[in-house]
């Protein structure tokens, strides 16, 4: 991907912004923060040929900091920087000896407050120990890379290409724009990270963005055109959510793939009969615990070994076993089949307890099947002629390992085909894997993989709205968006946004060309 750049000229200035917080009640508030006093600090902002071993800054107010060993720094972090305050002006100071020609910011991140309202201000304070200061600029912008939207508080940092040493940063404002000032004509190493501990050291948890190499050359006023995308990298694999959830049914949530993982509940190998596969890396375990108050659970692949000790009362235990439909709206579309989830592993089914009605002329229906799986339930029957379904489980219609269900009644409306539309998306133009993806209302309703020798997707039985599409390009065939590796330079697979929204009516199908947005 091409990175265009633009030749402009920036001011060098004093940099201040202020984080306004207001009330309604008591009067008028102080909602502005701290102000330098520019003309009066010392020695002036933008000196050169500087010697001194301190700043003087007074400020138009009484003011306060706020964790001043971590929020200042000075960089290239030749010193440390200490502080105090008489009156209203803010003395720093250090012992340490700086290099020689050298343009060095000192940066109050949000460390100085107002007595009162804790409003605070962003100081950036600028000298040389040369002759000049070094007056180049690099401007980019970051975004998520999975939602294309900017990133706020997002720091950029500038190091050297060989000593690693930090150069210069700046963090992101609510649009994703960063702005890095007074820079020298070299290289740097250039990372972005979301530094959620404040110490400007990436950590491994911490999304990341980098530019191509993570090398840019500065040898002029740059505005890169090219966003840095910011993704979550790969986390260790460790289990992230193990609880009890209903009579004894075991959440599992992981960092990694766990559906082919051995799961062991007090030394003992749980069968696969009672593992149900949500997704790569999330699991239900169902285990008895009519008998325990407690279980040690581990849960074991060839990359991760992780145990849990999981405590339930009586109280989450003896909650009434209970069936609904799958669908919260209780409506089912053409191709759905009709299922219920219950909140305990099925054991047995009496289908002389159920009873299926046609609402409409109160009919009975006797044509069907049942079949259940883990903790769900699934009704097989012609749903051509009907429109609305009543169901009638009547007490202990379903047997579970720690009881049967109570008296359920429910109306189900089965939606026509007719009700629905359809939009059949041509892919022809892709020449590479990619998953194509539909949403609604922003969020994602379905998605396909797709092979270079598919010419068009067609998405049936959508409801009557408005529909919208991105493409995420593999580079790994996996049917899935990979994210980002720092260490091997690799990017988070790109994902091409389509915003303008595609209508679809019912009992209409649609075809769409998506254009590259």
């Known amino acids: 991907m091409a990175s265009y750049r633009y030749l402009i000229l920036l001011p060098l200035f004093f940099v201040l912004s202020c984080a306004q917080i207001g009330t309604i009640t008591g009067g008028m508030d102080d909602v502005v923060a701290p102000q330098p006093i520019m003309n009066k600090v010392e020695p002036k902002n933008e000196s050169i040929n500087f010697t001194a071993k301190e700043i003087k800054i007074p400020f138009n107010e009484f ?158 006023q740059i505005i890169d055109s090219i966003p840095i995308r910011l993704f979550q990298p790969v986390l260790l694999p460790k289990i992230t959510t193990a609880k009890y959830i209903s009579n004894g049914t075991f959440a599992i949530g992981a960092t990694t793939k766990i559906d082919d993982a051995q799961i062991f509940i007090d030394g003992s190998t749980v069968n696969s009969e009672k593992i149900r596969t949500l997704s790569n890396d999330s699991l239900l375990v169902f285990h008895d615990t009519r008998n325990i108050n407690e279980l040690q659970l581990i849960v074991s692949t060839s990359v991760l070994r992780d145990t849990n000790k999981i405590r339930f009362n009586d109280y989450k235990k003896k909650r009434p076993v209970s069936i609904r439909p799958l669908n919260s709206k209780n409506t089912f579309s053409p191709s759905d089949t009709i299922s219920f989830n219950c909140t305990d592993y099925i054991e047995s089914v009496d289908t002389s307890l159920i009873t299926l009605l046609n609402k409409e002329d109160s009919t009975r229906i006797h044509n069907y099947s049942v079949n259940f799986k883990y903790n769900q339930l699934y009704f097989q029957l012609g749903k051509e002629e009907l429109n609305t379904l009543n169901i009638t489980f009547n007490n202990g219609a379903i047997i579970t390992t720690h009881g049967s269900t109570k008296l359920k009644v429910y109306d189900l409306e089965l939606l026509p085909k007719r009700k629905f539309g359809s939009i059949k998306v041509q892919v022809e133009n892709y020449s590479s894997p990619i998953i194509l993806q539909i949403f609604k209302n922003g969020k994602l309703k379905e998605e396909r993989a797709v092979d270079p020798s598919t010419s068009s997707i067609l998405f049936e039985e959508l409801e009557p709205n408005s529909y919208s599409f991105r493409i995420v390009e593999e580079s790994i065939i996996n049917g899935v968006w990979d994210t980002g590796d720092l260490e091997s330079h690799t990017q988070p697979e790109t994902i091409y946004y389509y915003s303008k929204p595609i209508k679809v009516r019912a009992n209409w199908e649609v075809e769409a060309t998506l254009i590259k947005d």
């Open 63 to 220: 003011i306060k900091l706020k964790d001043a060993s971590s929020n200042i720094r000075i960089v290239p972090p030749h010193a440390t920087i200490k502080s105090s305050i008489k009156g209203k002006v803010l003395t720093l100071r250090w012992d340490d000896t700086l290099q020689e020609n050298t343009t060095y910011a000192i940066y109050l991140n949000n460390v100085v407050q107002d007595i009162t309202e804790s409003n605070d201000t962003l100081i950036q304070y600028v000298f040389s120990t040369g002759a000049s200061i070094d007056s180049l600029s690099y401007s980019l912008k970051i975004v998520d890379a999975i939602n294309n939207t900017p990133i706020n508080k997002c720091v950029v940092a500038l190091r050297d290409t060989a000593s690693n040493e930090l150069q210069s940063f700046a963090e992101s404002d609510i649009n994703g724009n960063v702005h890095l000032r007074y820079l020298p004509s070299k290289s740097f190493k250039v990372i972005a990270f979301l530094d959620e501990n404040g110490d400007l050291t990436l950590q491994n948890h911490e999304k990341v963005g980098f530019k191509g190499n993570q090398i840019v050359n500065i040898n002029q």
